[in-house]
């Protein structure tokens, strides 16, 4: 019990975690398929003004696309670059799928590469506020998350998984806005090392279930918070994604239900840096409109 609260206090220097259980984060992932932290470095106030930068950053590439375009062109430039292997992804910036039925959602993948590229290629981007505040935004937010990638690998033992020349784990910062109209079908496996669910202006639409052989419906479920949001504290989620189970390490299935409102959500996902993802079979997931 002394090792394993001496392991959670070194390894989440920022953060306090939800309960110092003599259990170790791969059981704890088996048991419940996430672990709950502290957040104090970031209440739920400043994921509030990242929301109004995002707004505001929709409110302009719609009403200018050109800019939607450019900002396209940008990424696709961006993901034949060799900083996208670091990655390992295709995902980066806008997508609005605001006018397709069921997604009804708009989202916005940031990363560090992504944002040095645009400013160093396209010096045009630096006169729009609305999309440089966005980015100055998410480059803030994503910084403390860093520590507890490396630390969550490191405590599973397969801290190799982020090693590279620059030795930092790859983010993503996905921030997402769910239309009223939204809707769920079915749940997924996050395809990342790890996601961190940062924040949501609804707690309660997240479900999910620990790994499982075979898995239903009712497996499914909003995971308790003992940290609640508040001006001094958030709560934030650590489930693993479907780039360690060749460790042993299977990923949390979730999904966001629809609660007929707006919903927005920040998640970081860990990448693996110049990885190709296997073949791997995991458990079907149920359909959830056929409740
Ligand atoms: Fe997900």
Redesign the pocket.
Known sequence: MVIQKTFFLLIFPLFAFQSMYATSLADRFKQTGYVEICNEEQPAATFDSLYASFDALIEFLQANPVWAQKLYGAKERFIRSKERNYYSTDFFGFYDESKREGRNQIAFYYSNHFHEFICSHYPEFNQTSAIINFFETCLEIQKPYENIFKEAASELGVETIFSSKSGRPPILLKVIKYLPSYTATRP?Y?GTAF?LFLDSTDNESLLLSPYKSSLTVDDFSSPPREFSQRHIQNSILLIPGILLTEFSIFPTP?IVIQNCKTRYAT?AFAMRPHYTPQKIELSPLPNFNKH
């Open positions: 997924h996050d996601s979730h998640i």
